[in-house]
């Protein structure tokens, strides 16, 4: 079946480093989107990704959604604490559409 | 303010008993989600709904039951039936089942079987 993988599954960084996680679909997807789960938290929606190619910027965050639209990567420039946390990738099913999820990378930042 | 509520935040269940956990949203979304997420994992779907009086089995629906008789309302049965019932649930809603504007998602419930 379809399928979304997300690498790497851990991601300890220093503080000020910077921390990129990958997402690859198996097909061709619609849309992508990113999720942050904080510690003990719930996911949160943080933004998606329609056009082949597509680069979004949020403060320190890039997104980029693949010329395929296959994969997506969301790069952090300079990690900071508060950027702790699971982040996930998500994408529409191609037959019924909702989401399909990836495995998440969960990021750890040492002060 | 519009959002999803879970209750009760943290809830104990004796083995053999059914618990059910409520999931309440003012968002006016059609589609609603149940998640179950284990420590260090990923969501995994259990059931979803795209419509009132309608649902879907998702991946690991063995052992629950949901119900969607109201809009507002998608309620979540863990049975007895559920063999390690021990998770972090979680509520979703969107607009389509696309999520057009992203999953919101609840603050989740946390079922613990003693």
């Known amino acids: 079946g379809q399928q979304v993988m997300q690498i790497p599954q851990y991601q300890h960084v220093q503080e000020g480093e910077d921390f990129t996680t990958y997402c690859n679909s198996s097909t061709t997807l619609s849309n992508i989107q990113w999720y942050k789960q904080r510690p003990g938290g719930h996911p949160v929606f943080l933004i998606q990704?329609?056009?082949?190619?597509e680069v979004k910027k949020q403060k320190r965050l890039t997104f980029q959604f693949g010329e395929a639209k296959k994969n997506s990567s969301l790069h952090i420039t300079a990690t900071q604490t508060t950027d702790v946390g699971t982040y996930f990738c998500a994408g529409p099913e191609n037959q019924g559409g909702k989401l399909i999820f990836g495995q998440g990378t969960e990021l750890s930042v040492k002060p | 303010d519009g959002g999803i509520t879970q209750s009760p935040k943290y809830l104990f269940r004796k083995e053999g008993q059914n618990v059910t956990l409520s999931c309440e949203q003012n968002?006016?979304?059609?589609?609603m989600y149940w998640y179950r997420q284990d420590p260090g994992q990923g969501l995994r779907l259990i059931y979803y709904s795209q419509i009132v009086n309608d649902f879907q089995k998702g991946d690991i629906a063995e052992g629950y039951s949901v119900s969607r008789e109201k809009k507002e309302s998608f309620p979540l049965t863990v049975t007895s039936a559920q063999k390690n019932p021990t998770a972090f649930y979680l509520c979703?809603?969107?607009?389509?089942?696309?999520?057009?504007?992203?999953?919101?998602f609840g603050s989740g419930t946390r079922l613990t079987v003693v």
């Open positions: 968002l006016n979304h059609d589609a």
């Open positions: 990704l329609v056009k082949s190619g």
């Open positions: 979703a809603s969107s607009i389509g089942q696309r999520g057009i504007a992203g999953y919101t």
